[in-house]
């Protein structure tokens, strides 16, 4: 969209301060501007107007008719565009009218304290402008339960995806699968306008089927071109207060070739638990079956800290308003830290949302985080994008943030090729090619010989000629899994007592019991650093 056709109001009692916000936005480029003296003068003109704004930057704390006022009634017009909101209180007060507005589903551009900045304002106009066109000219109408049906029926949505990586070694982890829908009249319609909608008509079951059917065939797709990692899939909990979600979920699975470990189910309570009894009942299973569940938005929700301490989590997704600008703004830092804290102490994986530029990036990986996820990494991307991303990703960008793991350094060992082996072979088993190449190479470079096996029946192929001083086993792989890997070998009398390194993603009490008594002689969790590896493999030759 051109700057000069972008429609802006601004709310504000204080003339000096609409002048202001005037002047400044001219000087940005924008031209199409009406001031507006407070609350209720907004909401008139509003509802006079047979086309809204774009963007209405809204003063908070106004005499008669408050910002928040204003925003009631906006809901009550259906109002289309998004908010800057403006105050001179205190920045914990703007967030807590921001968390409003997002409950109303009324998008939200960001906030300005005054004095009002010309930088931020910015900033801040510029994230309108990189925004998808269709988004900015959606229509005002609201789409209605049957047309969000029909468009179910008629395959009118569709999977967009976007990639999380890890912050130890920058390798692809997962793809969050977030859906989009593209309305024959009205263009291009986001989640925020039709997720309620679905959760409010018991559509939400057909539409989350949809979904997950779509990604699991697209996954194979994939899989066939070379690109193996998990999908990251959100559930609502009416998804969940149905008894059949668990059989379901495993028999889309099976057809597809999948294993649970494929799946990564992060879970939105967006509203409370109705039928908890049910709810507990799905997700226990799911746990039971190999699912990693994530709670998603950490920190948001009706009562996280009540899910993580009900609910058999593994890992959970920070909301990136604790995560963007932490390391210039010391109360999101403590947020965060305060979430890393816990996240330590009950042994959960972290991902980090909202990861927007390279200032967030390092903040991230100074603070041991475990993966990251944001625009800075990538927006999401079609399903036909990906494989391009990819490539550019392991390549130029990722050296570029992690010089010392130049993945072209890094060669495959083949048998009787080994380099100043002092400590003997090791075999690594392990389906994900990059995590295959870096073990190999801290591994030669502490003095073994490393020979690498994709796969389970890779590597018993291999182990027919070789006897390994040691085994590395990853735990999640396709076919025979690490663990039924690791109790075939323990049944023989040849590998019996070779000590052996099982490595996991899942890092919970019952997978590392699961592991010991399958014979595992240690136990490493993903992501890992190389000081790490290197301890847990003088642990297990010890």
Known sequence: MNKKHVKIMTVDDDEFMRRLI???????????????????????????????PDVLILDLKMPDMD?????????????????????????????????????????VLGYLTKPVDDRELGLLMDKLLNQAPARLARNSQSVTAEELRDAIVRNELFNEYQPVVSLVNGELASL???????????????????????????????????????????SLRWQKAGIHCALSVNLSMENLEQLSFTDWLLKALEDADLKPWDLILEITESRPMRRPEIVLDNLTRLRLKGFKLA?????????????????????????????????????????????????????????????????????????????????????????????????????????????????????????????????????????????????????????????????????????????????????????????????????????????VLVISGVNTKTVVQDSMSAGATSFMVKPYNRETLIERVNRALS
């Not at 009631?72 to 007060?93: A, K, N, P, Y």
């Not at 796969?455 to 040691?470: G, H, I, T």
């Not at 899994?481 to 323990?490: E, I, K, T, Y």
């Open 176 to 218: 969050e699968v977030l859906v989009r829908w593209q309305h024959p009249d009205k263009g291009r319609v986001m989640p925020d306008q039709f997720i309620y909608l679905a959760e409010e008509q018991g559509l939400i079951d057909d539409l989350t089927r949809w979904v997950i059917g779509e990604a699991l065939q697209q």
């Open 22 to 52: 005037s002047r400044l936005l001219n000087k940005l480029g924008y031209v199409m501007i009406k001031e507006v003296t407070g609350g209720q003068e907004a909401v008139d003109v509003l509802r006079a107007l047979k086309t809204p």
């Open 295 to 499: 709670v998603d938005d950490f920190g948001t929700g009706h009562a996280s800290l009540a899910q993580i301490r009900d609910i058999p989590f593994d890992q959970f997704k920070l909301d990136r308003s604790f995560v963007h600008a932490a390391g210039k703004e010391r109360r999101i830092r403590v947020m965060f830290e305060s979430a890393m804290g816990l996240a330590k102490e009950l042994g959960l994986e972290i991902t980090a949302e909202g990861v927007e530029d390279e200032e967030d990036w390092h903040f991230l990986r100074q603070h041991d985080c475990h993966k990251a996820q944001g625009y800075f990494i990538a927006r999401p991307l079609g399903a036909d994008k990906v494989g391009d991303w990819l490539s550019q990703w392991r390549g130029e960008t990722r050296e570029q943030l992690f010089p010392h793991l130049n993945a072209s350094a890094i060669q495959e060992s083949t048998p009787g090729k080994a380099r100043s082996a002092t400590k003997g072979p090791v075999l690594i088993v392990e389906d994900n090619d990059f995590q295959r190449k870096v073990q190999a190479r801290i591994m030669r470079e502490e003095g073994f010989e490393p020979h690498l096996a994709a796969s389970a029946q890779e590597a018993l192929a291999v182990l027919k000629e070789l006897r390994p001083s040691l085994i590395l086993i990853d735990i999640e792989m396709p076919g025979m899994n690490g663990l039924d890997l690791l109790r075939r070998l323990r049944g023989t009398r040849v590998f019996a007592r070779t000590p």
């Open 67 to 107: 910002g928040i006022e204003v925003v009631r009634h906006l809901v009550e017009l259906g109002f289309v565009g998004q908010l800057i909101l403006l105050s001179g209180e205190d920045e914990r007060l703007l967030r807590t009218a921001q968390n409003l507005v997002h409950a109303h589903n009324i998008p």
